[in-house]
């Protein structure tokens, strides 16, 4: 009865360890943006976060590292969290030339497709004399569970 007990309490305690190395993996992301509506003036700020433990650490952490931009001060003072995502991909595009107001960004199930409207989201702020030059500037995956 004795080792009937102690393999009963073994397994809750593997189960127990188990659930909090799950918890533990469990991945969060978060994305924030800040923009004051004139990006070729004022720039655009980004703040990111993967794979965090908690939704609310990604968010935290994507709005500190938004309002942190040393590119867009002005823009960081605006950072707002436009998304929160669990095994997706974000994106972030801008058009590389300087004083232009092409930006976008995007999250998707795949790191691809989030590229991809990225970019279609910057061509269509870029103006038609800029189609075509956008790039992504930032574009990673949430991939823990």
Sequence with gaps: ???LSK???GLAALAAASAA???AARAEGALAI???GDVARDGLAVGTAINYATREQAIATAIEYCRNSKQAK???QT???VATFRRECYAVAYDPKPGTPGAGWAVAA???TAEERAIAICEASAGTDRQGTCRTEEAKCDTNE
């Design 1 to 3: 009865m004795r080792s």
């Design 7 to 9: 393999r009963v309490l």
């Design 21 to 23: 190395v799950t918890h």
């Design 34 to 36: 800040g923009w004051t």
């Design 74 to 76: 002005k823009a960081a």
């Design 79 to 81: 950072c707002k969290l």
């Design 110 to 112: 795949d790191k691809a």
